[in-house]
């Protein structure tokens, strides 16, 4: 089942770069991955909403989140179930903003392998402008130990633009879809996050160079999309549209998850008080 779907990303990738040919696009390998990638990346734009959806209601519940901390800042347990409430009540997943990177992974894989068979059957042999060829690397043999020569050395620029790109925008689009939290648990996940693009620059170096325009295509498409969500929220926000429902929910539900907490933390007392009550009433009608 893996190799049959290494074959059908293999084939998509040598039907677009037949097409393009057809029609005289020059570097047509290089543009085949890239309108691969975005085909791709229209077919995921569900999951990357809701990705977006749940960071601006993360965004929403920051103040709700900072009152349970400061009202259970001694009890780590009833701060934990206090916010597993608010989360559930608000609708919203912690670790949703992964969900999107998880599904692309077996792409990602699966391009790896396809570009390597396209390299091995001599597709690849075409570079894309600056870049010599879409099938190198295979190791870190052409920057480690380092050039000798000056065309060693010109070599290993062409190699390190898509890299460094990878780096840079992919750090830009977890700065601009991550939202500023105080929750111990997102404020970790959000550090843990940070190291992914340095990750990708080091994979990005021992990878074929097709793979990691596939990587930079998608960031780029991803930052111009998640800057158009954030102009048309903050524009939202401006005129006041929606703001009082989301207010509002955002605060029945903080007030819903700290009930809970106080409800079954008191339970246990309240029952012997109501029973010892009906009890003195029986004795008193006696």
């Known amino acids: 089942?893996?190799?049959?779907?290494?074959?059908?990303?293999?084939?998509?990738?040598?039907?677009?770069?037949?097409?393009?040919?057809?029609?005289?696009?020059?570097?047509?390998?290089?543009?085949?991955?890239?309108?691969?990638?975005?085909?791709?990346?229209?077919?995921?734009?569900?999951?990357?909403?809701?990705?977006?959806?749940?960071?601006?209601?993360?965004?929403?519940?920051?103040?709700?989140?900072?009152?349970?901390?400061?009202?259970?800042?001694?009890?780590?347990?009833?701060?934990?179930?206090?916010?597993?409430?608010?989360?559930?009540?608000?609708?919203?997943?912690?670790?949703?903003?992964?969900l999107p990177t998880l599904i692309?992974?077996?792409?990602?894989?699966?391009?790896?392998?396809?570009?390597?068979?396209?390299?091995?059957?001599?597709?690849?042999?075409?570079?894309?402008?600056?870049?010599?060829?879409?099938?190198?690397?295979?190791?870190?043999?052409?920057?480690?130990?380092?050039?000798?020569?000056?065309?060693?050395?010109?070599?290993?620029?062409?190699?390190?633009?898509?890299?460094?790109l990878t780096v840079v925008t992919q750090i830009i689009v977890q700065k601009m879809s991550t939202p500023q939290s105080t929750d111990q648990q997102q404020a970790m996940m959000s550090q843990m996050m940070m190291f992914m693009p340095i990750m990708f620059g080091f994979f990005a170096l021992q990878v074929p160079q097709g793979l990691v325009l596939y990587w930079v295509t998608s960031n780029i498409f991803t930052l111009v999309q998640q800057y158009f969500i954030n102009k048309q929220s903050e524009a939202a926000k401006a005129k006041g549209e929606g703001s009082a429902p989301a207010t509002f929910s955002v605060t029945k539900a903080v007030e819903e998850a700290a009930a809970t907490v106080v409800t079954s933390g008191s339970e246990a007392v309240k029952k012997p008080e109501v029973k010892r009550a009906k009890d003195g009433k029986r004795k008193s009608k006696r």
Request: aromatic share 12%; charged share 20%; with cysteine.
């Open 104 to 164: 692309q992974m077996p792409i990602w894989f699966a391009l790896y392998r396809a570009l390597f068979q396209l390299a091995s059957a001599g597709n690849l042999k075409e570079g894309f402008f600056w870049i010599p060829s879409l099938a190198e690397p295979r190791d870190m043999s052409w920057i480690w130990p380092l050039p000798q020569t000056p065309d060693g050395w010109l070599h290993a620029a062409a190699l390190l633009v898509l890299p460094i």
């Open 1 to 98: 089942m893996w190799d049959a779907f290494v074959k059908l990303i293999a084939d998509a990738l040598s039907l677009n770069n037949e097409l393009l040919k057809s029609i005289g696009v020059p570097y047509s390998f290089g543009f085949a991955i890239i309108l691969f990638t975005l085909i791709i990346k229209v077919l995921t734009l569900p999951l990357t909403f809701k990705q977006l959806q749940a960071a601006r209601k993360m965004q929403e519940l920051q103040p709700e989140l900072q009152k349970l901390q400061k009202k259970y800042k001694d009890d780590r347990e009833k701060l934990s179930k206090a916010q597993m409430e608010l989360y559930k009540e608000a609708g919203v997943n912690p670790l949703g903003g992964c």
